[in-house]
């Protein structure tokens, strides 16, 4: 019975493996493709994936046929940074209440933000337009970060709540002996113990502050420099044609220096879990 259960978990692992692959690497790896390819030579019947003339003129001339292409990768990461940081400035706090404090309507509260995380942008695009033209904030960059840390609020305090809650109690409670505060408490001994917390929670927010950049830059700003890399790509769609192999090559250089903040932290998160896996 142990070994029909094994074997169903490896069927399991490799089913979800080979899905992985087949619909994340493989777009990702297609996109290097045709970035590679002459724009002629992307339509080709039948088709060919390998090809004698790849070459990567595509990642020079992008540079050329959208001058502000660094400006759209810049605003897209700064967007990003700044959702993070606010977002994290108010969960924070909030997790820390929902996972030790009593107060009022508190499940009530919770299951608020569990059903806010059903609903996506699109659904509140003109309210939020509204409100947004109110408190004048349309065409800036708050145009983008507000909303979006407004939608993120709800899954950062429901993904470190649950993380906090794994905390002993009792190493605060020696600290309120000691005659600390709570907010000394929370800086001193429970942020240190929940930096994997933290970190995945953060990187959870990056990710859904890069992929929500699109709908809310589109709707809420028309101030060209401040568009991000998402809505930038735009540019590369013609009167007569799209530069098809400029655009994925531009998208693979947007998304490399995510990549590479995630590949760092990567390594501080391993860090923690090891070092939070050991009981002195």
Do not use: H
């Given at each position: 019975m142990m070994d029909r259960y094994t074997k169903l978990q490896m069927v399991g692992i490799y089913v979800c493996i080979a899905v992985f692959l087949t619909f994340i690497l493989l777009p990702f790896f297609e996109m290097f493709m045709a970035s590679l390819r002459p724009l002629e030579h992307l339509f080709r019947s039948p088709y060919q994936f390998w090809s004698d003339d790849f070459s990567f003129?595509?990642?020079?001339?992008?540079?050329?046929?959208?001058?502000?292409?660094?400006?759209?990768i810049f605003n897209s990461i700064y967007i990003s940074f700044m959702v993070t940081g606010l977002t994290?400035?108010?969960?924070?706090?909030?997790?820390?209440a929902y996972a030790r404090l009593q107060f009022p309507f508190k499940n009530l509260s919770?299951?608020?933000?569990?059903?806010?995380?059903m609903f996506t942008g699109a659904v509140l695009l003109i309210?939020?337009?509204?409100?947004?033209?109110?408190?004048g904030l349309l065409n800036t960059y708050w145009a983008m970060i507000v909303?979006?840390?407004a939608?993120?609020?709800?899954?950062?305090?429901?993904?470190?709540?649950?993380?906090l809650e794994k905390i002993p109690r009792e190493l605060e409670e020696a600290a309120f002996v000691d005659g600390a505060s709570r907010l000394y408490t929370l800086r001193r001994v429970v942020l240190p113990l929940a930096v994997p917390g933290l970190i995945v929670v953060g990187v959870a927010v990056f990710i859904g502050a890069y992929a929500q950049q699109f709908l809310?830059?589109?709707?809420?700003?028309?101030?060209?420099?401040?568009?991000p890399l998402p809505a930038g790509l735009y540019e590369f769609i013609g009167y007569q044609s799209v530069t098809w192999n400029e655009m994925m090559a531009a998208a693979l250089v947007g998304v490399l220096p995510v990549m590479v903040i995630f590949l760092f932290l990567q390594k501080y998160l391993v860090a923690g879990l090891t070092a939070g896996a050991v009981k002195e």
């Open positions: 003129d595509a990642y020079k001339q992008m540079w050329v046929t959208v001058p502000l292409l660094g400006r759209y994290m400035i108010f969960v924070v706090p909030a997790a820390y919770l299951g608020l933000f569990l059903g806010v995380n309210p939020l337009y509204r409100v947004l033209r109110t408190m909303p979006g840390v939608f993120l609020i709800p899954t950062g305090i429901w993904l470190l709540r649950s993380y809310f830059a589109i709707t809420f700003n028309q101030t060209r420099e401040l568009q």
